[in-house]
């Protein structure tokens, strides 16, 4: 509807499908309607914030649209029309709500985890979600079953947190918000938000000016090889788009220079949700020209990001992340359809750009393992050093696996994850096997070739005598 805005439109659509959800057990199976219900929702009658007030307002016109269009003789007419139906509207309103506020990706409500909070700094996550058969129920349903792991050494009594934002975790603090504040409805004020925005790293402008109107940097700034640059972070999330200040020279950074670097990471932001891009996994479509067509955008929006921002800004790491990704499927891609040996430039090009990733991860000083990003793509080079078949290169390989395997092992990417793990040591462990007995033949045989030349001139020298 019109009276929709567009930026919720895709909340809209979900709240009908919330709604119809509710409808369809909420007269049959009252113990998980008070579940649903008993779940967080902002008050109806007293919102709290602006924030509330528009999410609020959507589930209203979400309630009107399933009541205007409901068919004569559904379950979702009887919904309306019954004796309470004043108070059924009502608490479909608040089961919309709660679908926004705490619903997983698909959709999903869980009893207990739906009401873990969140923090950008987490110290739990949700572990791949299995498949389980429900034993209490006469058909023996399938459910979706959640873990919650530990990503890093809980106290006794420390609540525990986990993230709402996916990859996003990894983005600064500005992109933080703005998702947190579309996709639940809140703003964040966890204790990373409140302190120095790490993500949000840039050049400092005083320390290393930009060029053509105070927009590019030099190109020995941008990629900072030799770690000599000095950066300027914000002071918190809250400030990221508005000022940010040298750990070098104390000087801060302002004006156009932030208004460029907004522009560029709105960008990069929009391009992500927009293509819903989960960049610590490949997305690719079936068409090979809109894969090209996604590449050229993806390079395109990695170079500004390089240029305005520089190497340790989250924008740059992100577009760095997407093409890594894919880089790494096109090689693999070749090893397997037609045998062909990945180019080593292309190779050592990823693992440069898979080193920066892990410096990048390692800078924000979170609790949580730069392996929940990157466990992807370090197996992916492992896979491709594993198969160049010399030593070098599958120890190094080797020592890749070993950053995530123990991360692995714990069961955070799930059982798939575990068998690629295990398979490259396996194939690393066997070439290796190979090889040590290619070198004791090897050495048998040239013992055997220094026994024979010992004796040879024995036996020359007899039939010369004879």
């Known amino acids: 509807p019109s009276t929709v805005e567009a930026k919720y439109a895709g909340k809209f659509r979900g709240m009908l499908v919330a709604a119809m959800c509710f409808v369809l057990f909420a007269n049959e199976d009252n113990e998980t309607k008070d579940k649903v219900l008993s779940l967080y929702a902002p008050s109806i009658s007293s919102p709290s914030s602006d924030l509330d007030k528009s999410i609020i307002s959507v589930a209203m016109e979400a309630k009107e649209f399933c009541k205007k269009h409901a068919s004569a003789g559904s379950q979702l007419r009887a919904f309306f029309s019954g004796a309470k139906s004043q108070k059924s509207e009502e608490e479909l309103i608040q089961a919309m709500l709660v679908w926004t506020c705490n619903a997983f990706d698909g959709g999903l409500l869980y009893e207990k985890t739906s009401r873990i909070n969140h923090s950008c700094d987490p110290n739990a996550m949700v572990a791949p979600q299995e498949k389980?058969?429900?034993?209490?129920?006469?058909?023996?349903?399938?459910?979706?079953?959640?873990?919650?792991?530990?990503t890093a050494d809980i106290q006794t009594g420390e609540e525990i947190f986990i993230s709402y934002l996916g990859t996003f975790t990894y983005a600064g603090g500005a992109a933080r918000l703005a998702r947190l504040e579309y996709t639940k409805h809140f703003t964040c004020t966890c204790t990373r938000c409140q302190s120095c925005d790490w993500a949000s790293a840039i050049p400092c402008a005083s320390c290393h000016p930009r060029t053509l109107n105070s927009k590019y940097l030099e190109e020995d700034i941008q990629y900072d090889d030799d770690h000599n640059v000095h950066y300027a972070?914000?002071?918190?999330?809250?400030?990221?788009?508005?000022?940010?200040?040298?750990?070098?020279?104390?000087?801060?950074?302002?004006?156009?220079?932030?208004?460029?670097?907004?522009?560029?990471?709105?960008?990069?932001?929009?391009?992500?949700?927009?293509q819903q891009l989960l960049l610590n996994k490949l997305h690719q479509t079936k068409n090979k020209n809109d894969n090209n067509a996604q590449s050229e955008i993806d390079e395109q929006l990695f170079q500004l990001s390089s240029s305005v921002l520089g190497s340790k800004h989250w924008c740059t790491n992100f577009m760095m992340l997407t093409l890594l990704n894919q880089t790494l499927h096109a090689i693999n891609s070749a090893m397997i359809l037609s045998g062909e040996a990945p180019d080593l430039t292309e190779v050592a090009e990823c693992i440069d750009s898979l080193e920066r990733l892990w410096d990048f991860t390692s800078g924000l000083n979170l609790r949580t393992s730069a392996s929940h990003l990157l466990a992807g793509p370090t197996v992916g080079v492992a896979r491709v050093l594993i198969s160049l078949g010399d030593e070098k290169s599958q120890n190094y390989g080797a020592e890749w696996v070993s950053r995530i395997e123990d991360y692995v092992q714990q069961g955070f990417e799930g059982q798939g994850m575990i068998k690629v793990v295990d398979a490259i040591k396996g194939a690393r462990n066997k070439n290796t096997c190979f090889k040590n007995n290619q070198d004791q033949k090897q050495d048998e045989t040239m013992e055997e070739n220094d026994d024979y030349l010992e004796d040879k001139p024995n036996k020359k020298k007899r039939a010369t005598n004879h």
Do not use: F, W
């Open 132 to 150: 389980s058969t429900n034993k209490n129920t006469d058909n023996d349903k399938q459910q979706q079953i959640q873990k919650i792991l530990a």
């Open 233 to 274: 972070y914000p002071k918190n999330a809250q400030n990221s788009n508005t000022s940010v200040r040298c750990k070098h020279c104390n000087e801060a950074t302002t004006g156009s220079t932030i208004n460029i670097g907004n522009k560029v990471a709105n960008k990069v932001a929009t391009h992500m949700v927009s």
